[in-house]
């Protein structure tokens, strides 16, 4: 897997500078995951991996045109907050998958209940 070149441009922040690593790179890659799905797009896809590398460990992830998902469903609206916070640098700051999907649960409790109210 490492010498896949993808893979190296979708590395968490910690794998590249040789940090302690935890599951909270699975956290990071996950919002890569997201951010291809709803975009269509590879992060880092205009980079080479040294640039990438250097992007990552600098903080840099792509940017989101917030205009393009406002005008999306509150279901995308709510995936592009959970990109944001699975790219969090700090891997200490960044939230447990366990904390990505209470909040995803959260988020479809609520738009159940607000479908619920519109019959």
């Known amino acids: 897997f490492s010498s896949c070149i993808v893979h190296q441009q979708l590395r ?12 909270k790179i699975d956290v990071y ?4 995951v997201i951010y291809s799905i709803l975009t269509g797009l590879l992060v880092n896809r ?19 045109d917030e205009e ?15 990109i944001q916070w699975c790219w969090t ?6 939230p447990s998958i366990f904390e990505v999907v209470e ?3 959260d988020e479809v409790r609520k738009s159940v209940y607000s479908s619920q109210d519109t019959y």
């Open 29 to 32: 890659t996950l919002g890569n």
């Open 103 to 105: 909040y995803l649960e």
């Open 68 to 82: 393009f998902f406002v005008q999306r469903s509150p279901a995308e609206q709510v995936l592009v907050k959970v």
């Open 89 to 94: 640098f700090d891997a200490k700051e960044r």
């Open 46 to 64: 205009n980079y080479d991996i040294k640039k990438a590398h250097r992007r990552i460990t600098r903080g840099k992830t792509e940017e989101i």
């Open 12 to 23: 968490a922040p910690e794998e590249i500078i040789d940090a302690p690593l935890t599951e």
